[in-house]
């Protein structure tokens, strides 16, 4: 069983940046992938964000160049860093461990 936490959520200024984590109570070192997702107000969850145990990443169209996704199996943990905010990217960002485990969430929110 691993339970996750994400941190980092908040209120943003366009074009600002911020860096959630996602903090694991169990080793995530032999789970093949972690997500990121998010799911604005009144729109379905999507998929932001991937990573493998070997690194290898992938990210939706809409944040390509703006986010990074990274992971460290020792430290148990992962994160997003997410610049050049956009309005758009308003939402809860959620972590996720191998399409089972879940986060309850952080809420991201980019205003003026």
């Known amino acids: 069983q691993v339970q996750l936490v994400e941190s980092g959520g908040g209120l943003v200024q366009p074009g600002g940046s911020l860096r959630l984590s996602c903090a694991a109570s169990?080793?995530?070192?032999?789970?093949?992938?972690m997500y990121w997702y998010r799911q604005a107000p009144g729109k379905q969850r999507e998929l932001v964000a991937a990573i493998t145990s070997g690194g290898n990443t992938n990210y939706a169209d809409s944040v390509k160049g703006r986010f990074t996704i990274s992971r460290d199996n020792d430290k148990n943990t992962m994160t997003l860093q997410m610049n050049s905010l956009k309005p758009k990217d308003t939402a809860v960002y959620y972590c996720n461990a191998g399409q089972v485990y879940w986060g309850k969430g952080t809420l991201v929110t980019v205003s003026s």
């Open positions: 169990g080793s995530i070192g032999s789970i093949y992938a």
